[in-house]
C-alpha cells in the first residue's frame, strides 16, 4: 500500500516521521504542505489542518504520535517504541514531554518567531522569545538526568524518545540556540549521536539551506 506523508521540512513533528521512516526503511511519497493556507480537502486528512498527516490506501492520520504509533504497528522495523511495555510507556513520555513541553518553547516560540515570523512580514516577539529561553533550562535539566550517561533514553536502543527530542533540539539550533554542551553535556552529546545518524544527517542539509534562506543568511 503506498504511503502519503504531509508537511514541511523544518516542522519538528514532520521530521519525527520522516526520521522514523529512514530508520525504518519505509517507502513513501512527501507531498509539501505548509502548516498555513491549507486547501479545504487538507481538513479532511488533518482535522485541525496541522502537519504532518499520512494517507495510507484508505486510511488518514493526523499528529505525529499517532502517526509513529501506527507505522511501527503496521510497518514493523526496528523497534522505535523499546521491546517492552515499560519501555514502551517511557518512550510515549518522554515523546510527549518533548513535543508538548518543549515544543510549544522551542519550536512554537524561540523558532517561530525568529525564523517564520519575519517571512510572513510578522515581527519577532523578542519578550516572549527571552521568557520561553528562560523557561527552557529547567526542562533541559529533567531530559539530563533522564538520560544520564546512557547512549540513549532507553540505553543502547535508538527510540522516539531519541528523535522526539532532538527534534525539537534541531529547530532550536535553527534558531540560532545550541545546546550549552556544558550545561547538559549528556544531552548536547545526544544531538550530535543522533544528528550524526544517516536517518537525520540525510535531512539536515536541505533544512539548512531553507534556514538560510529564510532568514537571509546566504
Ligand atoms: N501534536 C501535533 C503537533 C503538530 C503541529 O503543531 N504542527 C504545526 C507545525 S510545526 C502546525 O501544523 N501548525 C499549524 C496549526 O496549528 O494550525 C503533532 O505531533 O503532529
Known amino acids: 500500500m503506498s504511503l502519503t506523508l504531509y508537511g514541511a521540512i523544518l516542522s519538528p513533528y514532520v521530521r519525527k516521521i520522516r526520521i522514523q521512516l529512514a530508520e525504518q526503511s519505509i517507502p513513501h511519497e512527501l507531498v509539501e504542505q505548509a502548516p498555513f493556507n491549507q486547501p479545504d480537502w487538507y481538513f479532511e486528512i488533518s482535522p485541525l489542518g496541522r502537519i504532518p498527516a499520512i494517507r495510507d490506501g484508505d486510511l488518514t492520520l493526523a499528529d505525529s504520535?499517532?502517526?509513529?504509533?501506527y507505522l511501527q504497528e503496521t510497518r514493523g522495523g526496528a523497534p522505535m517504541y523499546g521491546q517492552t511495555p515499560a519501555e514502551a510507556a517511557r518512550v510515549r513520555w518522554l515523546e510527549k514531554y518533548?513535543?508538548?513541553?518543549?515544543?510549544?518553547?522551542?519550536?512554537?516560540t524561540v523558532f517561530i518567531n525568529r525564523v517564520l515570523k519575519p517571512v510572513t512580514g510578522g515581527q519577532c516577539d523578542d519578550v516572549a522569545v527571552d521568557r520561553a529561553l528562560q523557561e527552557l533550562p529547567k526542562l533541559f535539566d529533567y531530559l539530563e538526568a533522564q538520560l544520564g550517561d546512557r547512549h540513549f533514553f532507553l540505553?543502547?536502543?535508538f527510540s522516539m524518545a531519541?528523535?522526539?527530542v532532538c527534534s525539537q533540539l534541531i529547530n532550536l539550533a535553527h534558531a540560532g540556540e545550541l545546546i550549552d554542551e556544558l550545561a547538559w553535556p549528556n544531552l548536547s552529546s545526544l544531538l550530535s549521536r543522533v544528528s550524526a545518524r544517516s536517518s537525520v544527517s540525510s535531512l539536515l542539509p536541505a533544512e539548512h539551506q531553507l534556514v538560510a534562506r529564510l532568514t537571509g543568511r546566504v
Open 162 to 164: 531519541d528523535i522526539a
Open 155 to 157: 540505553g543502547e536502543q
Open 98 to 108: 518533548a513535543d508538548y513541553e518543549i515544543g510549544p518553547l522551542a519550536t512554537h
Open 65 to 69: 504520535g499517532v502517526i509513529g504509533q
